[in-house]
């Protein structure tokens, strides 16, 4: 297993044999594009790609899109991705916005049961995409999905995706992951905070006490509040910094 970080929680996940790249958000730095529905106003990355697009998609089986916020998809990258790959989305309306920026092959993560890429499972985790009362009346279509990626012989991976710490994530962590791949930044929108801050991945170590966890999406966006150092120190302070990896954007994590 070996995992290229790129930038935010745009990556390549070599798995199985096969290459995943992950929430394809393309587009350079400062570079505002509008893109489907959104929980809070988009702002622009703050720090460019650390490899041309064209090098991050060589060689990619399929994508896995975790929802459709800004951060996580765009036109620069749905133009760049073979229209004959696999592209796993969470729901119809992910799938409808996606072809509409260039891939015209999507399959959709089915709500409550697993789909496969040949012999790897592919299981959709309903994440909540907030902590405020909005979160209860939006439309699931809005949300943010978890994937856990499985194969017999191999470790098996939970991507949180965007999602506070609630206790729908048991239902990532009862696959036992070797690796959780979190999505932290503590950002803020719409008077709330919609992504992972430090208690929460507190709450997520003490959960998976055996795993290993890579933390991503910070230090892109002006609204995630949380930065790499600051996990650092946290993790340090409350003794479980060894079981953590914060990669820079285009570090290779060799699994």
Known sequence: MKIRFIRNCTMIIEYGGKKFLV??????????EKLGPTLYPEKPPLT?????????????????????????????????IPQTIPFYVQNLNDKDYVRAFGASKNQTIN?????HLEDIDIIRI????????????????QNSSGIVLRKKGEKTIYITGDTIWYPGMFDGLGYKPD????????SVGEGMRL?????????LQ????????MCVHMDT????????????????????????????NGETVDL
Request: aromatic share 6%; net charge negative.
């Open 179 to 186: 690796l959780i791949i979190a999505y932290l930044g503590a």
């Open 23 to 32: 929430d394809p958000m393309f587009r350079a730095k400062g570079a505002v």
């Open 111 to 115: 709500m409550t049961m697993w789909t």
């Open 48 to 80: 460019d790609l650390p490899v041309a697009p064209e090098e991050i998609m060589n060689g990619v089986d399929a994508v896995l899109l975790t929802h459709l916020h800004p951060g996580h998809f765009d036109q620069a990258a749905g133009k760049l």
């Open 206 to 213: 003490k959960a998976a006490p055996k795993a290993k966890i």
């Open 221 to 248: 966006f002006e609204n995630q509040t949380l930065s790499r150092n600051e996990v650092r120190s946290f993790a340090e302070q409350n003794g479980f910094a060894d079981r953590l990896i914060i990669p820079e």
């Open 126 to 141: 309903e994440g909540r995409h907030g902590t405020g009362k909005i979160m209860h009346v939006i439309n699931t279509m």
């Open 195 to 203: 992504t992972m801050d430090t208690d929460d991945l507190d709450e």
